[in-house]
């Protein structure tokens, strides 16, 4: 069934997620346009739905400009956002007239300002399809928006133009970029809503970070799929990098927007309504600062050689809890970058020796940052945390194992094709070894282990611990799976 909106101001949106997390994204959705839509309405008709929609996708229709700004700042999961133009389940287009046909269908004046002489980036794709030539695709397109859209005929028309300075119509990147697809003769045309090629999962200022880095958006997906909740157990990443996994669990903790002042695509937009867009996230921040003032009290009382620009991020939530979240890494490297990437969300952390009770006036933060072997932090947060009686929450390790092309040897060419292409260094098996040492002889603290793996000798070395498969997907090209260990 075709999805067109007979209302010009209603949105049908596609959510782009990693594949295989469609329907945690079909939840968050639908959580937040409960909570974070001010004003939603209440008699549109038809009503919005959220669907799965394809492999790495969910299709939102009906969709308020409110509910667009909502999903836009709040959503944790999606990748990117694009708004439809034709109808959802596209148009039959299998030769020119097709497409002319379908492109003055579009109300392209909603998403496109006049700028001078200058026509939108686009993007054309074609499977199986009679119009193949995704070039000349794109050229029918683009001389149908210089003629409908910029109202130019032709090229003679500028450079007879006299009486005004005229300029070749070029590209122009602050308009909303163009996706063209074609598939079996349908064609589906969409618009860019959140912000070309700074993608939804960019949401840390000038991060530093270390080798293959989990995006955001997949480590965000993965606290959910373990259904992690800050109030009710110990986070820990023994191998935190530059620290995303820590990150997306404080941004779950926080609620708060997933990255202040950010331009959208749809911001450019003629339709957008900008003095509505910045009263709703006037309501966000109000609602926000409220939650941080206590804790930002404490900011200059900081003693760890922290430079902090703008207020810090509460962390009210893990105090009251009596709950923290760790990270930790053998390399410094990685665990200045962490270090600084918090600095630049807002966030205070403390060492393990630094912290006091939640109770004391000391302004230590629940957010604990070190350098060291595993089995050394182990050490360290048993004796700071556990036998100081700070909490009773046993600890969730969540991490991203070391797997890929980084941490392997490469077998002589001469043997590839008899053998495995990689091999497993000895200092890598000694640390996969370790770990689950470290995992069975604090069993009394460690009540959930999960880790996202991409090595195939993983399970074999570590056959003393029973793991279980809770989902399986792509990371950078790699076939990972994310494995819980069985109790």
Known sequence: MKVKNSNSRLLNLYLAITPSFEHLLVKEVETILKRKCFNPPTTSSPRPTIAVEGNGGVQCNHMTSEHLWAISNHSRLTESIRSRLTPVDGVKCSNFSYLGSALKDI????????????????????????????????????????????????????????????????????????????????????????????????????????????????????????????????????????????????????????????????????????????????????????????????????????????????????????????????????????????????????????????????????IIVETGDFSEIIKKIRDNIYDKSLTTKKITILTNLPYGGRIMQSMPKQQQKEASPFIISNSLKETFKSFSKMIQDNADIIENVYVLNGHPSFKDLTSDLEWTCIQSFTNGGLNVQLLKLKK
């Open 107 to 366: 109300n392209w004046k909603n998403y496109f300002k006049l700028h001078n002489h200058t026509t939108p980036p686009v993007s054309v794709s074609s499977t199986k399809s009679t119009l193949y030539h995704t070039g000349a695709v794109q050229e029918r397109l683009l001389d149908h928006f210089k003629k409908n859209v910029l109202m130019i005929k032709s090229f003679k028309d500028i450079n007879s133009d006299t009486s005004s300075s005229s300029t070749p119509i070029i590209t122009n990147e602050e308009h909303s970029r163009i996706y063209v697809r074609m598939h079996d003769n349908v064609m589906q045309i969409s618009v860019d809503a959140s912000g070309g090629e700074d993608m939804l999962y960019k949401r840390t200022p000038n991060k530093y970070v270390t080798d293959a880095p989990i995006r955001e958006t997949l480590a965000a997906a993965l606290l959910h799929l373990i259904e992690y909740n800050p109030k009710e157990t110990v986070l820990w990443d023994p191998f935190a990098g530059s620290g995303t996994f820590l990150h997306e669990a404080l941004g779950i903790t926080h609620q708060g927007l997933c990255l202040e002042n950010r331009h959208f695509a749809f911001m450019n937009w003629p339709i957008h309504r900008s003095e509505r867009y910045s009263n709703y996230l006037t309501k966000l921040t109000t609602t926000t600062n409220q939650d941080n003032k206590d804790d930002s009290n404490n900011t200059n009382n900081n003693n760890n050689n922290i430079e902090i620009d703008f207020p810090t991020v509460s962390t009210n939530t893990l105090k009251k809890s009596k709950t923290f979240i760790i990270g930790s890494d053998i390399d410094p490297k990685a665990t200045l970058a962490n270090k600084h990437n918090l600095n630049q969300l807002g966030y205070r952390y403390s060492l393990l020796n630094e912290y006091s009770s939640p109770s004391s006036s000391s302004p230590s933060s629940p």
